[in-house]
């Protein structure tokens, strides 16, 4: 796969975050993917069912994004995404993001940003007070996944 391939992809995908298309995401997942930030730990279907799931509850959303790399296969893309959370509290999220492509399609992403920076604001006072805390971030998960109707995950995120 060449870099200007990578990059179509990579484009592709955040492009479809823009319009909160989540069908068009999730079709560029391979089958066997799998997805890592410090909220999510999915694999295969459950990458598409998050991104539609989360696309069709964003509030007053928008993004902006650079693709900071596209080398044979990898990307990196830099993410401001700027929603509101449950509706009332206001989110400024940076995220870096890692990808793998083969064949066209993504096989592996690794999202990273700062999680007590983002609980403060996504969750307010509770999110300033434990934010820092893995047992609170291991909490959060488990209801992001109940609440996306998806199977917590099998190891500990």
């Known amino acids: ?3 200007s391939q990578t990059r179509a992809v990579l484009t592709h ?6 319009r909160r298309d989540g069908a068009a995401m999730a079709s560029l ?7 890592e930030d410090p909220v999510f730990r999915l694999r295969g279907r459950q990458i598409g069912a998050m991104w ?4 069709r509850r964003a509030k007053d959303f928008g993004i902006s994004y650079t693709i900071t790399q596209a080398d044979s296969g990898r990307g990196t893309v830099e993410l401001t995404a700027r929603y509101l959370f449950g509706g009332r ?3 400024v999220n940076r995220i870096l993001s890692d990808i793998e492509i083969e064949d066209g399609l993504i096989v592996r ?8 920076r983002w609980a403060a604001q996504a969750l307010g006072l509770p999110g300033r007070l434990f934010g820092r805390f893995s047992w609170f ?6 209801r992001a996944m109940r609440s996306l109707g998806l199977s917590p995950p099998a190891a500990p995120v």
């Open 1 to 3: 796969m060449s870099a």
């Open 13 to 18: 995908l955040y492009d479809a975050l823009a």
């Open 29 to 35: 997942y391979a089958p066997d993917a799998s997805f």
């Open 52 to 55: 539609i799931a989360l696309t």
């Open 89 to 91: 509290h206001p989110v």
């Open 109 to 116: 992403q690794r999202d990273r940003f700062d999680f007590p």
């Open 137 to 142: 971030r291991k909490t959060v998960s488990r």
